[in-house]
């Protein structure tokens, strides 16, 4: 056999590196493509895990009880949030309220269920609000609007917002005028003079205007 020659000893060299450059090609398209599927993989189970992390872990409330005492309407937005709360089936919610009565008002649901059987949860909330709502309360708005201080300013704006969610849906600014309008002078005016953009606004600055005006020595009479 004759020996190969120089020519063909480059020729060779030439096929080899040829064969060299393509294999790693081909095993760079491969990395490539195995780390675009594991990325696309672990945005997945990035996904997932953060599906996980975020279910909320709530913690159990205490279901609120009512004996006819107060503004049947806080018991009522409090079974509500109970309710959305823990996923409560709407037949269920009126039987879960009942366990929660005392007094008076436990004795008007035994007497309701017996003439009329158990109502719906729209229902009941109607005629709660019916026998337990403050009479005084029959025209809400008005009752807001002739709300005034006659005492401190802490107990004029604890009855304030508890007329105020009775009084349906207002403008804040209707809010802010219908609370400062009720501080009278010359509160109202120093409250006014600083042009509150909230309700919040108007309550803060009530309470600044009027301690203020208590920590200010009085005047002694020549």
Do not use: I
């Not at 159990?60 to 309710?83: H, I, T």
């Not at 229902?123 to 309360?137: A, M, S, Y």
């Amino acid at each position: 056999m004759a020996e190969p020659t120089l020519a063909d000893l480059l020729k060779a060299m030439e096929t080899l590196t040829t064969d060299v450059t393509a294999m790693k090609a081909d095993m760079a398209s491969m990395k490539a493509q195995s780390s675009l599927s594991s990325g696309s993989g672990d945005d997945r189970r990035a996904e997932g895990l953060r599906h996980q992390e975020f279910h909320p872990k709530h913690k159990k409330w205490d279901f609120p009880r009512f004996d006819g005492s107060s503004d049947p309407m806080l018991f009522l937005n409090k079974c509500e949030a109970y309710f959305r709360q823990h996923h409560t089936m709407a037949e269920e919610c009126v039987l879960m309220a009942s366990y929660h009565l005392d007094d008076v008002v436990q004795l008007w649901f035994t007497q309701l269920q017996d003439d009329d059987a158990t109502p719906s949860w729209g229902t009941f909330k109607d005629l709660l609000n019916l026998w337990f709502w403050p009479p005084l309360r029959s025209a809400p708005m008005f009752e807001l609007a002739e709300c005034c201080r006659t005492g401190t300013v802490e107990e004029y704006s604890n009855r304030f917002q508890a007329l105020l969610p009775r009084a349906g849906r207002l403008e804040e600014a209707q809010r802010v005028q219908l609370y400062t309008g009720g501080l009278l002078p010359p509160l109202s005016h120093a409250v006014r003079l600083h042009h509150p953009e909230t309700l919040a606004a108007a309550m803060s600055l009530a309470r600044q205007v009027d301690l203020m005006e208590q920590s200010r020595p009085a005047l002694t009479p020549s």
